[in-house]
């Protein structure tokens, strides 16, 4: 199975991108890769927000939507404006 993820971490080679268990990547405020995730707690167009080890991360933006959600991957499309651990 293909996992985005792992494809960019073989790209950047030693660079890493792991954060406290789970990988957050923002493609230009428009894409949010997250692997890692441990549930939904919001959603809506405006606010997305999800668990990971320790925290919630919450996603502000306009018309985002949920373009791939599995047992530990999101896929957030849409305009991103902010992206916080709380």
Known sequence: MFNF???VKQGLKNT???LNGFNLINLSGRILYVEGHLGLVTLSKELIS???KKAVIVVEGKDMMLSE???NT???CGQIKKVEQI
């Open 74 to 76: 999101i896929k957030i």
């Open 5 to 7: 993820l792992n494809e």
């Open 69 to 71: 959600l599995s047992d």
């Open 16 to 18: 890493e991108i792991d």
């Open 50 to 52: 999800f668990k990971v």
